[in-house]
């Protein structure tokens, strides 16, 4: 947290709703369908046969009033003038402990999508839009 810091370029997520009928995906992105940066942290390390692996992952925090009823939480959207403080190494902990909170709703929309999307094989822009 104190000094490897990301950012993770998006402009949506997905989140699956529990139903009487089986789990219902949900498209999550910006009301204005622009992109966005989710809080990352990353790390560089070595598996057992010594090669460099990157890795990284998205900060979660308590869930807005738009993702609440679909899950228990959500990835941390950054604003955009929050994201030079987020990767500045001078940044405090307080500034940046701050910034890890739900996004506002009123700038989100959440639009139930095909459960398609639930299979890796299945990969296509088709899969992001509103059923």
Not at 2 to 22: D, H, I, M, N, T
Not at 38 to 55: K, Q, T, V
Not at 98 to 112: K, S, V
Request: with cysteine.
């Amino acid at each position: 947290f104190k000094s490897r810091r990301c950012l993770v370029p998006a402009s949506g997520f997905y989140e699956w709703q529990a139903q009487p009928q089986g789990k219902q995906p949900f498209c999550i992105r910006l009301a204005g369908g622009e992109l966005f940066a989710f809080a990352g942290l990353y790390d560089i390390w070595r598996d057992d046969a010594g090669n460099e692996l990157h890795s990284y992952t998205v900060v979660t925090t308590a869930p807005n009033e738009l993702v609440a009823p679909i899950h228990n939480r959500m990835p941390v959207i950054l604003r955009r003038e929050n994201e030079d403080a987020w990767l500045d190494p001078g940044s405090d902990t307080a500034t940046l402990l701050g910034l890890l909170r739900a996004y506002p709703a009123n700038l989100m929309e959440a639009y139930p999508v095909s459960r398609a999307v639930n299979s890796p094989a299945n990969d296509s822009v088709e899969l992001a839009k509103a059923i």
